[in-house]
């Protein structure tokens, strides 16, 4: 893996368009004024004006103007710096767009006061209108656990601080975490967070995964202390916002804007490292031996099964499996997201400073935009088939909803994008006509879908649940304990299918789900919603039609009613049973494959 190069070094086409959000930085400062200026009429219009439901209606009317002002300003404000934290004119747009943000939302604080104020009788009515019930409902959490107006405002000024553990971590991870050089063979080999994440990490040469993970790790320790103080300041705040509003716990804070309880949390916690932890452990095992490994370690459980049919693959090709692996959902939908291409709508380019990962975000009815790093491997188009998922669900979300209502709850904003990628597993495997191909095929679907969504994710929630339970009793944490939480948490699921060592300990440094509240759980849960509108497509002739009702609905349904739209019921534990007895299933099925090859 050669040194990363420079952003410049990439070709245009390998670089999102940002002009469809605004030409320039000017042009994006430009708007900050307009929308300022729409900020203060609406003030002086509405502010000690907002008494009847009439009053209400109108301002709500106006006021979704200014939001999707809003939408379009932070979007554009944070994607630059996400390409390349070196550039300190991107660093100049964010913190325009960030000081905008916390001055637009303390100056429209006024407006939420007397909404969560306003009489039953009013929300009531409101909440009647199709475009307003997401906000209604909303209203009526808050209204709940509201502290009054002061107060309020006085934490919407304090949101630039809230954040900043995030924002510190981000920046600690994009611009700090230096990753030693290592030796394998004679031959000096780079490393960073993104050629260890997107390459090295299931790379088929032990040796190099091994000094890989290595670098890697102490890459990472050299940081952990800082990484623990900025998360401890992230749990801290959140207990004591929690404990100011009046909930029980810091979990159902947490989990009030989802919209779900906490047996919804913790089942979905307990069922997957019980139940689906020994389904896990049989696969690597089965990994394990057609790899020749005597044991796995930590730096080997994202081992290819068979790393030599892992194919490289261009971005051309990628785009030809995206939209084959999409063709069952319709014409409509393949019709909406072709535009990715040739509107630029994805950053591709792996360069030095970007952030790692990936994301999907949704400037309202321009048109998405996707985040991630290109190397080549299978798993990016997995990866970029994810992050259209995402998209797919913005353009039919915000196409049919309001701004109010197209937000769909966290807890399963994950699944149109899981969802897209067992499509992609689905076209692969039919592809394919010899038993080592279907094999490969159904291999990728548990490493690069299930494993990272239902184990990777899942994990760092269990984890979190532990670091958050310290805090609820009163007790504190530094690097230390958190890598004693993480090793013991990895180490009950895996068993003794993978070695966990302290280097695996650090697993907690490499995420920043942690920043976002109760959000690593959600893969999870989206998965299984994605499993059942996957399963309902192959078995019902509606199920097309019906998982582009779901991608409809936004969040003008709490999550209970949406899941129902493709025949989920997630009040109940099935969901989730289906979604693991369908994954030990196709764990047997890739074993059976190797029987037949004799291996």
């Not at 907002?50 to 103007?65: I, M, P, S």
């Not at 495997?429 to 879908?449: G, V």
Request: aromatic share 14%.
């Amino acid at each position: 893996m050669v040194e990363q190069k420079q952003r410049s070094e990439f070709p245009e086409k390998e670089l999102w368009d940002l002009t469809a959000l605004y030409q320039d930085r000017e042009d994006f400062l430009r708007a900050i004024e307009k929308t300022r200026e729409d900020i203060n009429q609406f003030i002086r219009d509405y502010k000690d004006n907002l008494h009847t439901f009439e009053d209400f209606e109108k301002a709500f009317t106006e006021l979704e103007q200014i939001y999707i002002e809003r939408s379009h300003i932070g979007n554009y404000s944070f994607m630059p710096q996400t390409t390349d934290y070196s550039d300190e004119s991107f660093a100049q747009i964010a913190q325009a767009g960030t000081d905008f943000e916390t001055e637009a939302s303390v100056a429209l604080s006024f407006f939420n006061a007397a909404l969560v104020n306003a009489d039953e009788e009013i929300l009531n009515r409101l909440e009647q209108l199709p475009h307003l019930t997401a906000a209604i409902r909303q209203a009526k959490i808050q209204k709940a656990h509201y502290l009054g107006a002061d107060v309020e405002k006085a934490m919407t000024n304090l949101s630039e601080v809230f954040y900043s553990p995030q924002d510190i971590y981000t920046k600690m991870r994009a611009g700090d975490f230096a990753m030693a050089d290592f030796e394998v063979n004679g031959k000096v080999y780079k490393n960073s967070f993104v050629t260890y994440e997107n390459f090295y990490q299931n790379h088929e040469n032990a040796q190099i995964r091994e000094k890989a993970f290595r670098s890697f790790s102490e890459g990472l320790r050299q940081h952990q202390n800082t990484a623990a103080a900025a998360y401890l300041a992230q749990v801290k705040s959140e207990k004591l916002l929690a404990d100011m509003k009046g909930y029980d716990s810091v979990f159902d804070y947490l989990l009030a804007e989802q919209e779900v309880d906490r047996s919804m949390f913790d089942r979905q916690i307990d069922l997957i490292m019980t139940e689906f932890a020994p389904v896990a452990q049989k696969f690597l095992k089965h990994v394990a031996k057609i790899n020749g490994l005597e044991k796995m370690t930590f730096a080997d459980w994202k081992l290819d099964l068979d790393s030599a049919l892992n194919p490289d693959v261009t971005i051309e090709d990628a785009y030809d499996l995206v939209m084959k692996s999409v063709a069952p959902l319709g014409e409509e939908y393949t019709r909406e997201i072709a535009n990715y291409q040739k509107e630029r709508w994805v950053d591709f380019a792996a360069n030095a400073g970007k952030d790692s990962g990936g994301y999907a975000t949704d400037p309202y009815r321009v048109h998405p935009y996707v985040l991630m790093s290109w190397t080549g491997r299978m798993s990016d188009v997995y990866t970029l088939i994810h992050e259209i998922g995402h998209s797919g669900q913005f353009i039919f979300s915000d196409n049919s909803q309001s701004y109010f209502n197209t937000h769909m709850s966290t807890y399963y904003v994950e699944a149109p994008s899981t969802f897209n990628e067992l499509l992609l597993s689905d076209y692969l495997e039919h592809q394919f006509d010899n038993p080592r191909q279907k094999r490969f095929a159904l291999a990728h679907r548990l490493t690069d879908t299930y494993f990272h969504n239902f184990i990777t994710h899942l994990l760092e929630a269990a984890f979190q649940r532990r670091v958050y339970n310290l805090v609820e009793a009163g007790e504190t944490f530094g690097a230390t304990k958190l890598n004693s939480i993480m090793k013991e948490v990895l180490t009950e699921f895996w068993g003794d299918a993978v070695e966990i060592d302290d280097d695996a300990a650090l697993t907690w440094m490499r995420q920043s789900h942690y920043y976002m509240g109760l959000y690593s759980y959600t893969y999870s849960a989206g998965l299984v919603i994605s499993t059942t509108g996957y399963l309902h497509l192959k078995n019902d002739k509606n199920g097309a039609r019906d998982w582009l009702n779901f991608l409809k609905s936004g969040g003008s349904k709490t999550p209970l009613e949406t899941a129902r739209i493709i025949g989920a019921d997630i009040s109940t534990d099935k969901p989730l049973r289906d979604t693991i007895q369908f994954l030990s299933d196709t764990v047997e099925q890739i074993i059976q494959y190797s029987k037949e090859l004799g291996e």
